[in-house]
């Protein structure tokens, strides 16, 4: 289990200074559902919020 998350994507609503993920917690999903994923490229955070949306 991950105890501390990384991320660069500062655009969104749990994104903290140093890289941090503030979520509770993150659920990371492949891209399409149809496909299996063979690289990071294909993975993608679905917790992921627009700042603006809140
Ligand atoms: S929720 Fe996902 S996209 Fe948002 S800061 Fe955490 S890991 Fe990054």
């Given at each position: 289990m991950a105890k501390d998350v990384k991320c660069g994507v500062n655009t969104c609503f749990y994104w903290k200074h140093g890289n941090h993920c503030g979520a509770k917690n993150i659920?990371?999903?492949?891209?399409s559902p149809d496909e299996r994923a063979h690289s990071s490229s294909h993975t993608g955070c679905h917790t992921f919020r627009p700042k603006e949306e809140f």
């Open positions: 659920l990371v999903e492949v891209y």
